[in-house]
């Protein structure tokens, strides 16, 4: 299990950039980490990996502590694999290579067998031969992640894992990623902006705000029950109504347009999102966001209905 306890970091004396870090995950579990670009998620991951020298606290994996450069020669921990945004592939050399560079040269059938395991995990085998240098951005990022898998870490830590993957791809990547992981039983910390990442195959979301730690919770606990719009915003558009002097945080799909009610709006915008519309209202003095099944005509008058309130 790893353990992060009261671990602080700043990368300068001036200004923290981690604050008391707090939590545990449990091994072959998924632990998503969201938040505001610039909020310290990168940081987190390189601070778990050992890449930096904790201020404060202490980052354990079962009795084994994760020390920093102060401590180590080649800073990162063995039983760790740390996929950053800069993938640091050797791109003059093959796909199949590069997975391989992590494995046993003693036995290269075995380290065969599992570069064509893992290519097949990233959808790649046909591009076994290719050099690195000659892919896309998306497809070095997964070559990344096999890399990563090659040695079956106890961890892997991934910083925007599937930023430059397009969305054809990306779904099935992820299927293939976090059923592998949960076969082979590794542990996984995602930083995400995507909230589809975290809401369907994270165990747990952890989101950072101003160096903190805001929540914690199940992807349902998260999305279902969210603390406050910044947690909220991450997984969706968000409305946020003032209702008997209680603030109320509603999805768009929470949001009924209806023959009669007491919330009267009129219509700015309708985006089309391909199986239903997204359309924008304007409602005393803000706009709201309400799923609806067609487009509507801007200036028409609407009246909006949520089972949330009475
Ligand atoms: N090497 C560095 N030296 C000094 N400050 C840094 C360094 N790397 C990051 N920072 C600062 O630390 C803060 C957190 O950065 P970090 O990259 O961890 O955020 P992030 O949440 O991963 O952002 P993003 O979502 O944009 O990738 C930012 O204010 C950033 O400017």
């Not at 990344?144 to 079956?152: D, F, T, V």
């Not at 039983?185 to 705000?209: K, R, W």
Request: include cysteine; charged fraction near 25%; glycine fraction near 6%.
């Amino acid at each position: 299990m790893l353990k992060v306890e009261a671990v602080s970091f700043g990368y300068s004396s001036a200004k923290r950039t981690l604050q008391n870090i707090d939590f545990s995950l449990h091994k072959g579990n998924v632990l998503c980490v969201m938040g505001e670009s610039g909020c310290g998620k990168s940081t987190l991951l390189k601070v778990i990996y050992g890449l930096l020298d904790l201020d404060h606290g202490t980052i354990f994996w079962d009795d084994i502590e994760v020390l920093g450069p102060a401590h180590h020669l080649v800073p990162g921990m063995p039983f760790i694999k740390h996929v950053a945004q800069d993938f640091d592939l050797m791109p003059f050399t093959s796909v199949s290579e590069n997975i391989k560079k992590f494995l046993s040269r003693f036995d290269p059938e075995k380290s065969e067998e599992r570069t064509q395991e893992l290519l097949k995990v990233i959808e790649m085998t046909e591009f076994a031969n290719a050099k690195v240098k000659t892919l896309s951005g998306g497809q070095q990022q997964r070559v990344a992640i096999a890399r990563a898998l090659a040695k079956e870490p106890a961890l892997i830590l991934l910083d925007e894992p599937f930023s430059q993957i397009d969305n054809f791809k990306k779904n099935s990547l992820r299927r293939n990623l976090f059923s592998y992981l949960k076969e082979k039983n590794i542990a996984c910390i995602i930083a995400t902006h995507d909230g589809d990442d975290a809401l369907s195959f994270a165990d747990d979301i952890l989101v950072l705000h101003k160096q903190k730690i805001l929540a914690k919770g199940t992807p349902k606990e998260m999305y279902g029950n969210p603390k406050n719009k910044y947690i909220a915003a991450l997984f969706d558009d968000v409305n946020e109504l003032l209702v008997n002097n209680k603030n109320v945080l509603l999805y768009p799909h929470q949001l009924k347009i209806v023959e009669k009610s007491a919330i009267e709006a009129s219509v700015i915008n309708s985006y089309y999102k391909g199986s239903h519309w997204l359309i924008e209202v304007q409602y005393r003095d803000q706009p709201l966001f309400v799923k609806h099944a067609v487009g509507l005509q801007l200036g028409l008058k609407v009246f909006l209905k949520t089972d949330k309130i009475d």
